[in-house]
């Protein structure tokens, strides 16, 4: 099928009664470029589609609209030729990554020899012992500091878990040794109990204040109790003393004393309300800042975490560049701690990112799997070490 920006030759011919000859349209024949709307502008005919279609199908829409913007009895005979396919790109591990032209029938195989093979260091960038040295730096860098990351994302799994303890991580492997692993080891357990030890404390001191205030509160409740009785009682004799009074029968200096026990009372009762009403308001409060600092350090964990895992991918990516550099280069091997003769063969993994109208994905591809025009392959160089199992490659 054809799409935009290839590139195609039309021939436009009719048959002359009169000359007893094919007469040339020499106007509307020649080179065009599909545009990116998926049409080509004719002189006389206008817009013509042209995306996804056939050469055959492109001829014969173009003899039609021929015909009906020139009046011929009969439709013209049209040629449509492709001079130029829309290209192909090769990116990753070969020598000269970019676009190629497509032609049918063209492979993976064949498009990364179009890049130049697979990409190799010459001497100048690998072969040296001062460039060997750099690399063996590098690599063991990035190893040494990407146990170190695992073992923190260990230690920061637990933490988001909850859990009470920090138990190593099987599998670690780092360029140190073991007593490298041990002491790194040592380190996130001792940052593992302090951390762990202060949230503790802070959810221990907000939880004695919460008791603190729970005992103000069943104090303050039962010697409201109280006052509340004595109100009534006194409250029942105010009442009997305004009697009395209206009888004859007690003074009114009685009944003032009793009124006065009456206000100084509730005064009393409803300054230990208050009291009460604070010291609830105040747990709540108290209960706010702990679910706060729960999900604070939950949030902090989980963005430390996060940030731990891209670091371990982005090191580990350093590791398998810094081998691959030092496999190429005998010096490199011996700083690598790798015996000479023993480099083994590197696994090629190819990919194809294929556009459909919609988010390419990438599609496994094999050395002989053929491409189409506009296709993005991938050439993967990987170690195999780290390669993932059941991929197709060469």
């Given amino acids: 099928m054809l799409g935009p920006a290839d590139q195609i030759r039309i021939r436009v011919v009719a048959w002359d009664a009169s000359k007893l000859a094919f007469a040339q349209f020499d106007e509307l024949g020649g080179d065009y470029t599909i545009g990116s709307d998926g049409t080509m502008m004719m002189p006389l005919v206008g817009s013509i589609r042209a995306a996804s279609q056939t050469e055959a199908a492109l001829a014969a829409a173009v003899s039609s609209a021929v015909q009906q913007h020139t009046g011929l009895s009969q439709p013209p005979s049209t040629a449509v030729s492709i001079l130029k396919y829309r290209p192909v790109y090769v990116l990753g591990d070969v020598m000269r990554p970019g676009s190629y032209d497509f032609r049918p029938g063209l492979t993976a195989l064949q498009a990364v020899a179009l890049a130049g093979g697979l990409y190799r260091l010459n001497g100048e960038e690998g072969g040296d012992l001062i ?5 063996s730096g590098t690599y063991r860098e990035a190893g040494l500091t990407r146990a170190r990351m695992q073992l923190r994302a260990a230690r920061l799994q637990a933490e988001q878990e909850g859990q009470d303890t920090f138990p190593r991580p099987e599998g670690l492997s780092s360029p140190g040794g073991e007593a490298a692993l041990a002491a790194m080891f040592e380190q996130e357990k001792i940052l593992f ?3 762990g030890e202060t949230l503790a404390n802070a959810l ?3 939880a004695a204040s919460r008791k603190l205030l729970e005992t ?3 104090a303050r409740q039962e010697k409201l109790d109280g006052l509340n009785r004595q109100i009534d009682l006194v409250r029942t004799s105010v ?5 009395l009074l209206k009888r004859g029968l007690s003074r009114s200096q009685s009944l003032v004393l009793a009124q006065q026990t009456l206000i100084d009372l509730e005064a009393r009762a409803l300054d230990n309300e208050t009291g009460i009403f ?3 308001q105040q747990i709540s409060e108290l209960n706010r800042n702990k679910d706060d600092l729960i999900s604070t350090r939950r949030l902090e964990v989980l963005r430390e975490l996060q940030a731990t895992e891209a ?3 982005r090191l580990m990516n350093r590791e398998v560049v810094s081998r691959r550099i030092l496999r190429e280069s005998g010096a490199g091997a011996l700083l690598a701690g790798e015996a000479p003769g023993s480099k083994p063969v590197s696994i090629i993994r190819y990919q194809i990112l294929r556009g459909d109208g919609s988010e390419p994905s990438p599609q496994p591809a094999g050395r002989a799997t053929a491409l189409q025009p506009l296709d993005v392959l991938e050439v993967i160089l990987e170690d195999p ?3 993932p199992a059941g991929i197709e490659g060469g």
């Fill in 131 to 135: 460039a060997a040295i750099r690399t």
């Fill in 193 to 195: 109990a302090s951390r």
């Fill in 204 to 206: 221990t001191e907000l």
């Fill in 216 to 218: 103000e509160i069943a």
């Fill in 239 to 243: 009442g009997t003393l305004d009697t």
């Fill in 278 to 280: 604070k010291a609830q």
């Fill in 311 to 313: 670091e371990i991918e």
């Fill in 385 to 387: 070490l780290v390669a």
